[in-house]
């Protein structure tokens, strides 16, 4: 029973694995021939594909060969129409070069033409000049033959005649031109001085030998003067400055003849009280300072002085030497404003004399600088400075001013009357300095009384700073002929009696009047 199923059971799985392997056989042939069918369609798909793509890039191709041809023609048709622009250029240039040519011919043949006209005229002018000239010898003989001179004596007769006209002619107009100069020099200078003053305003400053330092109350006064006058004696030892205490209200006394000592002692003290501490050893310290600061003043005062006036490239020592003019007086007059009313005097006289102004206000400022020497020196002040501005590079024709504004040295410039000119018109004007000032009210009185000690006069006018006294006389008791010799009667006695600088213009008035009364 069992061997029979176990045959069974063999035989169904061997008939199983027959009809399996004819299934899968069967199926295979299937697949191949669906493999075969597939592989004919996707073969069949790439010729139709390969055709569709090949006909794409025939396209293509065509349309790019289309494209290129477009452009190529493009190129060639740009080549063509630059060539015939060229050509048309060529054929202008070519008409007008033909037109220049023609031109030319034509100039050419003027040229010739004009030519033969100037040989044909040429040569009438040679036969003329040929004719004339047997023409003038022939005059030349008749005129030696009427005379009994030959052409040569002729000749220097009439040179030495000519001669002597010209010398007289020329002799009066020397004569004339030296007259009118005579008549217009004065006024012209005069002219250029008056309009310089005018045309510059300056302060008059006039300096003393004392300072006054002033003070809240008196108890500051014994603070300075210290336990037993040791302050006040360590003060005057530091500075070289005189310091009097008395019974001024609210004042000290500075008194010195040096204005840079003055100025450091006043300075020194108001620093001192306004501290508070006063001592021996602080007035040392706080004087050490004051110098330093005194001495940077300068050198800021000389340059804005230089700037103020327009001048460059002075030297750094000559720079603080024109500082150091603030603390400096001369005659009471104040050096740095006599130095810089003298420079913008120069300047605007030699605009008016068209000089270089520059130069002029440069030879100006420096005309006083020997007199702030650092020692002592015999020299003049003015030949000390021009050595000074030697050394430092200036010019010469501004050293020969400065040295030369005294009369030391001869003048080699013209800067040099000006500088000495601007000087005197600096030094010389009312108020200018205080001796002057003085002698100059006495001069004016002077003159008034001088002129009325004459008869007839009946008012007397010192003008224009002294330089002109006029004269009213009475008309019943000078006639015209005594005027005038009462004008010269008293410039005589002014000139004999008074010292004044420059001159005076004596103008005498003589007038008649005639008065009726309408009733």
């Given at each position: 029973m069992d061997t029979t199923i176990i045959?069974?059971?063999?035989?169904?799985?061997?008939?199983?694995?027959?009809?399996?392997?004819?299934?899968?056989?069967?199926?295979?042939?299937?697949?191949?021939?669906q493999a075969e069918k597939d592989a004919r369609s996707i073969v069949k798909e790439a010729k139709i594909t390969a055709e569709s793509i090949k006909k794409d890039k025939i396209l293509q191709a065509?349309?790019?060969?289309?494209?290129?041809?477009?452009?190529?023609?493009?190129?060639?048709?740009s080549r063509d129409k630059k060539v015939l622009d060229s050509e048309k250029r060529a054929k202008e240039?070519?008409?007008?070069?033909?037109?220049?040519?023609?031109?030319?011919?034509?100039?050419?043949?003027?040229?010739?033409?004009?030519?033969?006209?100037?040989?044909?005229?040429?040569?009438?002018?040679?036969?003329?000049?040929?004719?004339?000239?047997?023409t003038h010898k022939r005059?030349?003989?008749?005129?030696?033959?009427?005379?009994?001179?030959?052409?040569?004596?002729?000749?220097?007769?009439?040179?030495?005649?000519?001669?002597a006209e010209a010398k007289t002619d020329a002799m009066g107009y020397i004569r004339d031109t030296l007259e009118e100069a005579k008549l217009t020099a004065e006024q012209d200078a005069r002219k250029v001085i008056l309009n310089t003053i005018q045309r510059v305003g300056v302060e008059q400053s006039i300096e003393n030998c004392v300072s006054v330092f002033n003070i809240e109350s008196d108890d500051v006064k014994?603070?300075?003067?210290?336990?037993?006058?040791?302050?006040?004696?360590?003060i005057e030892a530091a500075t070289g400055v005189?310091?009097?205490?008395?019974?001024?209200?609210?004042?000290?006394?500075?008194?010195?003849?040096?204005?840079?000592?003055?100025?450091?002692?006043?300075?020194?003290?108001?620093?001192?009280?306004?501290?508070?501490?006063?001592?021996?050893?602080?007035?040392?310290e706080v004087v050490e300072k004051t110098e330093k600061q005194i001495n940077q003043e300068i050198i800021e005062v000389g340059k804005r002085t230089v700037i103020d006036l327009g001048i460059h490239g002075l030297h750094p020592e000559l720079v603080k030497t024109?500082?150091?003019?603030?603390?400096?007086?001369?005659?009471?007059?104040?050096?740095?404003?006599?130095?810089?009313?003298?420079?913008?005097?120069?300047?605007?006289?030699?605009?008016?004399?068209?000089?270089?102004?520059?130069?002029?206000?440069?030879?100006?400022?420096?005309?006083?600088?020997?007199?702030?020497?650092?020692?002592?020196?015999?020299?003049?002040?003015?030949?000390?400075?021009?050595?000074?501005?030697?050394?430092?590079?200036?010019?010469?024709?501004?050293?020969?001013a400065i040295g030369a504004h005294h009369d030391e040295v001869e003048m080699k410039t013209l800067l040099a009357p000006i500088v000495q000119v601007c000087d005197a018109i600096s030094g010389a004007r009312p108020g200018a300095r205080r001796q002057v000032l003085d002698s100059y009210i006495q001069r004016l009185k002077d003159l008034e009384d001088l002129a009325f000690g004459f008869t007839g006069v009946q008012k007397a006018y010192a003008i224009q700073a002294g330089r002109e006294l006029r004269v009213l006389v009475e008309s019943s008791k000078v006639t015209d002929d005594q005027a005038s010799e009462l004008s010269f009667s008293i410039s005589q006695k002014i000139q004999t009696e008074m010292t004044y600088p420059g001159q005076?213009?004596?103008?005498?008035?003589?007038?008649?009047?005639?008065?009726?009364?309408?009733?």
């Open positions: 045959l069974i059971a063999i035989g169904t799985f061997v008939s199983g694995f027959v009809i399996a392997k004819l299934l899968e056989k069967f199926k295979v042939s299937n697949l191949t021939v065509k349309e790019k060969f289309i494209e290129l041809k477009a452009e190529h023609e493009k190129v060639i048709f240039k070519e008409v007008s070069l033909n037109k220049e040519i023609e031109k030319e011919r034509k100039l050419i043949k003027t040229l010739e033409e004009k030519e033969k006209d100037y040989d044909h005229r040429l040569e009438i002018l040679e036969k003329k000049q040929e004719t004339l000239d047997k005059q030349i003989d008749l005129l030696e033959s009427i005379s009994g001179l030959s052409a040569e004596e002729a000749k220097v007769q009439l040179v030495d005649s000519l001669k014994g603070r300075i003067i210290g336990r037993e006058g040791r302050n006040i004696r360590a005189e310091i009097i205490v008395d019974d001024t209200p609210e004042a000290i006394i500075l008194s010195c003849f040096d204005p840079v000592r003055r100025e450091i002692a006043r300075l020194s003290m108001h620093k001192l009280v306004t501290d508070g501490r006063i001592h021996p050893a602080r007035i040392e024109i500082g150091r003019m603030k603390f400096r007086s001369s005659y009471g007059q104040n050096l740095l404003q006599h130095s810089r009313e003298v420079a913008n005097l120069c300047g605007l006289m030699a605009a008016e004399l068209g000089l270089n102004v520059k130069a002029a206000k440069r030879a100006g400022l420096l005309h006083d600088i020997g007199k702030v020497p650092d020692s002592e020196s015999e020299l003049p002040h003015a030949i000390l400075g021009m050595q000074w501005a030697e050394k430092y590079g200036e010019k010469p024709d501004v050293c020969n005076v213009k004596v103008t005498v008035i003589r007038e008649t009047r005639a008065v009726n009364v309408a009733k």
